[in-house]
């Protein structure tokens, strides 16, 4: 009984032995070509400014990528990623639009000895939206302490105001603008300047906005 299991056993390694065998005499020898399809390829925005000059901004949260079918000998077909292609959406050929917007794009470069398949339309969505500006009051942040016997008469902040410029959906979120940072053992009038940065209602900071002032001046008397 146990000689059987032997020799089943055996069968099957030299089953396994020339199964692998074939398939490395297929891929490497005879290298069929296979038809592959490459997901998630990451395309480049070019020319961007035009988004800005037609008064939208893009709408945060979005990924741009296209899936490419790919045909190819095996065993360039097998090394292929996503890195390897260039793929770019020129953002000045097109009229656009608050919303979405459908952005055709350029294959600039693949591997060699690759064909690329797709046939028809290749795209991306953008959605844009209106650039607002709005102003709001700067804040102070600041912690002062103070020597001891000293006390504060008034702060006093220059310029009071900031106006912030970007897409709507991120002004709507700042809930304030404010200057942070540190004065230790003050013991005379101060005056520093700080960097002005805005949050929304809980605290964090809200960034990619453009501002007419950086920094705001603190004067402590």
Do not use: H
Not at 61 to 73: A, S
């Amino acid at each position: 009984m146990d000689k059987i299991k032997k020799q089943n056993l055996m069968v099957k390694i030299i089953c396994v032995l020339l199964s692998f065998g074939l398939w490395l005499y297929v891929t490497n020898v005879e290298n069929p070509a296979r038809s592959y399809e490459v997901k998630d390829i990451p395309v480049e925005l070019v020319n961007t400014d035009a988004i800005e000059n037609a008064k939208f901004a893009i709408v945060d949260g979005q990924k741009f990528t296209v899936d490419l079918k790919v045909e190819g000998p095996s065993t360039e077909v097998s090394k292929v990623t996503p890195e390897d292609f260039k793929v770019v959406a020129d953002m000045s050929k097109y009229a656009l639009k608050a919303g979405e917007n459908t952005i055709p794009v350029q294959i600039m470069s693949y591997p060699p000895n690759i064909t690329i398949k797709n046939t028809g339309f290749l795209g991306i969505k953008i959605d844009l939206e209106e650039i607002v500006t709005k102003e709001f009051p700067i804040t102070s942040n600041v912690k002062v302490s103070y020597k001891e016997g000293v006390y504060e008469l008034d702060k006093k902040i220059t310029p009071t105001t900031v106006k912030a410029t970007g897409g709507k959906s991120k002004i709507d979120k700042i809930d304030r603008a404010v200057i942070s940072g540190e004065e230790k053992d003050v013991s005379k009038n101060t005056e520093n300047n700080y960097k002005v940065i805005f949050l929304d209602s809980d605290g964090n900071e809200v960034t990619g906005i453009q501002s007419d002032v950086s920094t705001a001046k603190l004067s402590i008397n």
